[in-house]
């Protein structure tokens, strides 16, 4: 019975000792780590805030963050998605640029008509006042 009471009381110091090793700071980084999830470019904002978290540890609670290492391939992930949309854009403007700038000239020729169209049609209603002030 004895071995038993003091087998009791070793499992139950060995267990209270492996609860004790993470600070509340370890846990709350673990936890916003695991809600990046699946990365998207919406995944940014998450992936900031755990990695600033992880950054306010100290170097033995740094230690403690069992998933870093996800952390990291999310970081890896949002740059791979990140540098697709560059490389994405820049094939859509090389390939358009000609067009770009056709449609450009286009629009500022149009800006200008309808600019000069404004300036006439204020010009008439200050003309139409006039005429409607002298009729009275």
Known sequence: MK???AFLLALSMCLSLCACGKSAAVKETEQA???IGKVTMASRDAIEE???LFGAL??????????YIDL??????L???VNSCIETADRIVSSHTSAFGRAYQFAGS??????????MMSVDEAQIDEIAKDSQ
């Open 3 to 5: 071995k038993w009471v």
């Open 33 to 35: 780590i695991k809600a």
């Open 50 to 52: 755990a990695d600033n």
């Open 58 to 67: 100290t170097s033995e609670e740094q230690a403690k963050v069992s998933n």
């Open 72 to 77: 990291t391939k999310a970081k890896d992930e």
């Open 79 to 81: 740059q791979s998605l």
């Open 110 to 119: 149009y800006l200008e008509d309808e600019k000069t169209y404004v300036i």
